[in-house]
């Protein structure tokens, strides 16, 4: 008999099996809930387990033998197109403290399980248990395995739990087992098969124990098509042909180390391979991909790098590399970035495939840090694994830390990566963290299974990151690093907690107290739990007395608005760091603490004009300079920026805007300090600037102090885009021509006429020589593209539609289809909304709802995309369920100003009767919005035009 969950009907379609679903489903299963036995309390089953529960810990696997058999082609007799018939077995140990029993939970989701073959065996005698019966949880993924009353399970026994199944290649979603789809050099359809299982889908494909500390072996056998190879974590062991099946191969896999079940990984597919060379890492590296795009060459940078990330990762943690290989492959449809599953890597094309002329320079960047990400957590999350996700901000943090130190490491260093990590990666990190609606601790106690999705967010890797380089530079970076080491070895091959990681620091602290960085009676899992177990973070106010040199540091948790903060007392330790005038080398290490006992302290500085608190920003805070000292820093920003390091002025740029928007600083003394810009050539400083303009130029976007938003904008950045040249140059590096893509973007779109006649001309070029596509450099394709349909007409419209339907890339096909809605008629806006809603115009139907967020995003479309929903929204949840109307209500809120306007999109969200909402951050961009009108516009306004006499 099947066990089977409700959806799964559709997909067992041959007739046997249907009327079998049908017996099984009539009596097969007893009812849940009328008179459940006793069971001594170790499942409650008289209470319907909820999804927010975790297995009991009564049996815990320690080795698993797995077969799957992924068909993929049509016809091939041998079952269903998109199933995977498996056998699974699995060895386990009944926990002494949880005593003797008669249950067995697992997880299982979408597995049609055949009950009959279902076993339990004593491994001691060999004997089989009796099974009762099974409970088959639907909303839980649960499956629950009742012995009979003469079987009972003794504690400290071993036991072997066997079973069939046929699990559910996922056609739709890219989880669990899935199917993705390229287009073979003959321009046919080819189908491949790979999984990704974090954080709950392993249960997806075959029965298991689908929780991060339940670590076993696992021996794997797939089961392929000869036409087809397959990969999975380990090498192959051997290749057999299967006798009853002819034309079919079993490849059987080497054991595993102890790994958890999200890590596991395996592919089926035709693609190919290019391997690094063994004299750069002595254990095999291969990089496969879809044949097309690797016989473009598209598969030669990452090999080589791979492996000497592999080789550098190895001599800074002083752990060898558990497995002995390492597999990294590009998965056409992909839901994520890359997933670091244990010795096959999984990845989105452009984070790992590179090919000269298309990709563009954030491209490079991407991928060399998501490579070295990924890398990072053979040793952060593999071999030492969160015990539960509360914890997953220590190997997300941890792989977000070290990415950029590996891609420096390897010589790769001229892409800035470490530069990069403290501007993107701190100050995303304080956008969300300061808004109240969207924020929380980074490690959440107790976290349950239905919110584990939640936590893959800003806050876990960049906040993560941040934390782990802030208690880096406390404790120094060797006393860091030994006790990193010493991490890693404790706990290999298991799991850990964010304790343990504290723990082994103030231990290796502890080791010469003399030197001790920390301030007195404060260990170091006291001052971090200040971080990690509280939302939000601080803002030190620095002000000097007027009458000495006496500084004092005051602390409260920063809020986007400052009236959010009202009767908050959160605190925290920080540790202070200073850099004066005189200082040659920018301090790292703390010379005072504030710590959470207080608000305030103080300190005597040197005589100087101007103090610099918090240089490399590793305290993870905000600075607000008050009064004289805001002013020295200004006054040194205009007489010569480049004392200040560029993380220096970053930080100033982004902490100055920030504090004026939210009430702490006058918003015209911050954007006072923004007017240095107009000397600065290097791209951080401009990063944070532009990041904290998209708002400005969204609100003003429909209304007369645009010309002089305009003008404020193109003003500053003049003379940088001059510098560097709009044409890219062959000397550029990375950076620049960053730079440059965010320049000639802003100016373009901000009306600049020397930017557009350039990016039509480029265009037009392109248009008489459509097969030379680098005529338009790759970077500045999506802003020369927006420019020439913005001020073109039919014939630049109907040449990047043409365009969009030949092109072979997503990043190429993403930047057409959105340049489409950079129009600003009407009609075109129209015509591309309705495009996008049909089946049956080319778009394709991954593009749809971003075609449609696309046109909401430019000012000339919002009321039409806003129309175009009301009028299409149950047409869409029919067709395409709640995520299109849903995302283009998010970027509506970040679109509709006016308190009329938002009043229209709320009303009109609870016009659909609950079918669809406002989430939190559409919530959070509406109250940005109001916040602009009541707060910040006023002061932005009169600054502004206080620049055009
Ligand atoms: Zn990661």
């Known amino acids: 008999m099947w066990s089977t969950r409700e959806g799964f009907h559709s997909l067992i ?69 998109f199933t995977a018939p498996g056998k699974i077995s699995i060895k386990t140990i009944r926990s002494l403290e949880s005593g003797n029993g008669n249950t067995i939970t697992f997880h299982s989701l979408n597995n049609a399980i055949n009950e009959t073959t279902v076993s339990v065996v004593d491994d001691t005698d060999g004997t089989s248990l009796t099974i009762d019966y099974f409970v088959i949880s639907l909303s839980s993924h649960w499956f629950t395995i009742v012995m009979a009353s003469n079987s009972t399970l003794v504690a400290g026994k071993n036991y072997t739990l066997s079973m069939e199944f046929v699990s559910k290649i996922n056609t739709q979603d890219a989880i669990g087992l899935y199917t993705s789809v390229y287009k073979g050099a003959d321009n046919s359809t080819k189908y491949l098969v790979s999984t990704d299982f974090q954080a709950p889908d392993a249960r997806m494909a075959f029965p298991c124990f689908d929780e991060p500390h339940m670590k076993a072996v696992w021996e794997i056998d797939i089961i392929r098509q000869t036409h087809y190879h397959s990969l999975a974590n380990m090498p192959l062991a051997d290749s057999t042909p299967v006798p009853e099946l002819p034309g079919w191969v079993r490849d059987r896999y080497l054991p595993t180390v102890p790994m958890s079940s999200y890590l596991i990984c395996f592919a089926v597919s035709d693609f190919t391979m290019e391997a690094a060379n063994t004299s750069i890492y002595s254990k095999p590296v291969h990089v496969w991909g879809p044949p097309p795009l690797m016989e473009r060459g598209n598969g030669r940078f990452s090999p080589d790098f791979s492996a000497k990330l592999m080789s550098f990762f190895e001599t800074y943690y002083r752990i060898e590399y558990a497995l002995p290989k390492m597999d990294k492959i590009s998965i056409p449809d992909y839901s994520s970035g890359a997933m670091e599953n244990w010795g096959l890597n999984t990845y989105r094309d452009t984070r790992l495939l590179y090919e000269e002329g298309i990709s563009t320079a954030q491209d490079m960047f991407s991928m060399t840090n998501t490579i070295s990400h990924e890398l990072v957590h053979q040793w952060w999350g593999n071999l030492v694994t969160c015990e539960w996700w509360s914890d997953l901000w220590i190997q997300e943090g941890a792989a977000t830390y070290y990415a950029p130190i590996g891609v420096a490491g390897v010589g790769m260093g001229d892409l800035l990566p470490m530069e990069t990590l403290i501007t993107a990666s701190i100050q995303r990190s304080f956008d969300f963290d300061a808004n109240k609606g969207l924020t929380h601790p980074i490690h959440l106690e107790n976290i349950d299974p239905t919110n584990v999705a939640l936590l893959f967010d800003t806050l876990t890797y960049h906040k993560g990151a941040s934390l782990i380089r802030m208690m880096n530079a406390i404790v120094s970076t060797n ?79 920063f809020f986007q608005r400052i009236a959010d903060g009202v009767g908050d007392t959160t605190r925290w ?44 920003s590793h305290g993870y805070y905000r600075v607000h300079y008050k009064n004289a000292l805001l002013d020295a820093i200004i006054d040194q920003l205009w007489r010569d920026h480049t004392v200040f390091d560029v993380q220096v002025r970053s930080t100033l740029v982004d902490d100055n805007i920030n504090l004026g928007y939210a009430g702490y600083l006058d918003l015209g003394k911050a954007l006072n300090l923004t007017l240095y810009l107009r000397n600065e050539r290097v791209l951080f400083p401009w990063q944070s ?50 730079l440059r893509t965010l320049l000639v973007t802003w100016r373009c779109n901000l009306g600049d006429a020397a930017c557009i006649t350039y990016s039509i001309g480029r265009f037009s070029a392109w248009m008489n020589n459509p097969s030379n596509t680098s ?162 516009e006023g002061n932005f306004t009169t600054f502004i035009r206080s620049l055009t006499p």
């Not at 939302?535 to 540091?553: A, D, I, K, L």
């Not at 509406?926 to 910040?936: F, N, Q, S, V, Y």
């Open 13 to 81: 379609a041959t007739t046997t099996l249907v009327v079998t679903i049908f017996l099984h489903t009539s009596h097969a299963i007893p009812p849940l809930f009328p008179q459940p036995p006793d069971f001594g309390g170790e499942v409650d089953l008289a209470r319907a387990p909820t999804p927010a529960d975790r297995l009991p810990k009564t049996l815990t696997p320690y080795h698993y033998w797995l077969e799957l058999r992924p068909i993929i082609d049509d016809g091939t007799g041998t079952g269903e197109r």
């Open 775 to 936: 005529i338009v450099a790759p970077d500045l394709q999506p802003s020369v593209y927006c420019t020439a349909i913005a001020n073109g007409g039919d014939s630049e419209w109907n040449f990047v539609w043409s365009q969009y339907l030949m092109a072979d890339r997503d990043v190429i096909q993403t930047s057409l289809i959105r340049a489409l809605a950079c129009s600003k008629t009407s009609f075109r806006l129209n015509t591309l909304l309705e495009m996008a809603f049909d089946l049956n115009s080319g778009v394709r139907g991954k593009h749809r709802t971003l075609t449609v967020q696309a046109v909401a995003g430019n000012s000339a479309g919002v009321n039409l995309a806003f129309s175009f929903l009301r009028a299409n929204w149950e047409a869409m949840i029919r067709r395409y369920g709640a995520s299109m109307p849903s995302g283009i209500i998010t970027t509506l809120s970040t679109q509709l100003i006016s308190a009329l306007e938002r009043k229209n999109l709320e009303d009109f969200v609870a016009s659909t009767g609950a079918q669809l909402q406002l989430s939190a951050g559409a919530v959070e961009n509406l109250d940005k919005g109001a916040h602009w009108r009541t707060t910040i």
């Open 689 to 738: 600037f532009f990041t904290n303009m998209a708002l400005p130029y969204r609100m003003y976007a429909r209304s007369s102090p645009f010309s002089s938003f305009k003008k404020y904008v193109l003003d500053l950045t003049a003379d940088a885009l001059t510098a560097i040249n709009i044409q890219p140059q062959p000397s550029d590096d990375n950076p620049t021509t960053l």
């Open 573 to 616: 330790h920080i540790p202070l760091t200073v850099q004066r005038p005189t200082d040659v080398l920018i301090p790292v290490r703390p010379e005072r603490w504030l710590t959470a006992d207080r608000a305030q302290t103080s300190l005597i500085p040197v005589s100087g004009a101007w103090i610099i608190v918090n240089p490399q």
């Open 479 to 557: 006393t860091y690093n030994t006790a990193m080491t010493r991490f890693l070895h404790r706990y290999s091959y298991s799991t850990a907690t964010q304790g343990d990681m504290f723990a082994v620091l103030d231990e290796v602290i502890a080791e010469t107290p003399a030197s001790s960085p920390l301030p007195a009676n404060v260990n170091l899992t006291q001052i971090m739990e200040t971080w990690t177990l509280q939302s939000g973070y601080p803002v030190v106010s620095v002000e000097r007395s007027q009458f000495s040199n006496n500084v004092t540091f005051t602390q409260e948790r």
